[in-house]
């Protein structure tokens, strides 16, 4: 007979604020715990608390990375980058049915 496997069921997803994860930076910064602890401590991942340190470094400049800023602009870049391209394809499109109407 085989043992059935319960999987783990997934962490529905949540968000915290700025001062929060501030907070919990400086927990680990501290040096009193380690980052699984606090991660432990506050029921975080420790992979979530492991980046939000590793940013905190960037954002600090002790760190290679894109800052938070940087982050946000690249995003913004990216989205406005996307609506361009569907303009130019729409024009593209509308070009070349005007151009076979007037024929």
Request: proline residues 3%.
């Amino acid at each position: 007979m085989m043992e059935s496997i319960a999987k783990k069921k997934p962490r529905p997803r949540r968000s915290f604020t700025p001062e929060f994860r501030a907070e919990i930076v400086e927990l680990c910064r501290r040096g009193d715990r380690s980052i699984g602890e606090v991660a432990r401590d506050f029921d975080l991942t420790e992979t979530s608390v492991r980046q939000w340190v590793r940013q905190a470094e960037i954002d600090a400049g002790e760190g290679d990375g894109l800052t938070s800023g940087e982050r946000e602009e690249l995003a913004a870049l990216r989205r406005e980058n996307r609506r361009l391209r569907e303009d130019v394809e729409l024009l593209q499109r509308a070009t070349a049915f005007f151009a076979n109407e007037t024929r």
